[in-house]
């Protein structure tokens, strides 16, 4: 029996030892997308008319919708930030820093999503994202997205179609500095959304 036990007891230790190991790992890293720190933009004159602006749901390319971070890693090929998920639905970060950063950059706008209730939208923002890729090895964030804007005409009328494309440095190899170059490039397109506003005429009023 004392030398059963004694073959026992080997094996016994290779099961703590992995457990430890285990309990040592670290967890995983939850990401979110950082405040852009800048000042807020001056509200509008007291005396300004009202404007609304319906901010359509953001279209993002399919293989950027997952819990995994990911990164392009060459032409054809993505890769996975080790350990790095996001802490919410990434098309769900990216509208909201979107719509904080048009608010900064439409003073005077009230912003809302695609049904505005009661409120009747002066134009309507589309914006579809064909590429949002961290290029790891060079540290640069590539983007190209479509800005589309409507008016509130019956049915909605399209205005404006700009194609732009966005080279965002990164400032470290970390997930963290990955979300950092998104937030920026939001900032990037609320300003063209801003500019194509400002170059439109009011919408005549039936």
């Known amino acids: 029996m004392r030398n ?11 099961i703590a030892l992995a457990f430890a190991g285990c309990a040592t790992t670290s967890p995983p890293l939850l990401l979110t997308l950082p405040r852009m720190d800048v000042a807020m933009a001056a509200p509008a004159p007291p005396m300004a008319p009202p404007r609304v602006l319906a901010v359509r749901r953001i279209v993002m390319p399919e293989y950027l919708l997952a819990r995994r971070v990911r990164y392009r890693a060459d032409d054809s090929t993505l890769a996975e930030w080790p350990d790095a998920y996001w802490s919410e639905r990434i098309e769900v970060a990216v509208t909201r820093e979107l719509h904080d950063a048009l608010r900064r950059h439409l003073p005077g706008w ?11 939208p002066a134009y309507a923002l589309e914006v579809r994202w064909d590429r949002m890729d961290l290029v790891r090895s060079e540290r640069r964030l590539d983007a190209r997205a479509r800005l589309l804007l409507w008016s509130d005409d019956r049915p909605p009328r399209l205005v404006s179609a700009e194609e732009r494309a966005w080279s965002i ?16 490039l ?17 919408p005549a009023r039936k």
Do not use: N
Request: charged share 20%.
């Open 110 to 120: 009230t912003l809302c999503e695609t049904s505005c209730g009661e409120r009747s």
């Open 4 to 14: 059963r036990h004694r073959g026992i007891s080997p094996a016994l230790c290779a």
């Open 186 to 202: 939001l900032d990037r397109v609320a300003t063209e959304a801003a500019r194509a506003l400002a170059s439109q005429s009011p």
């Open 169 to 184: 440095p990164v400032d470290a190899d970390t997930p963290q500095s990955h979300a950092r170059a998104i937030t920026m």
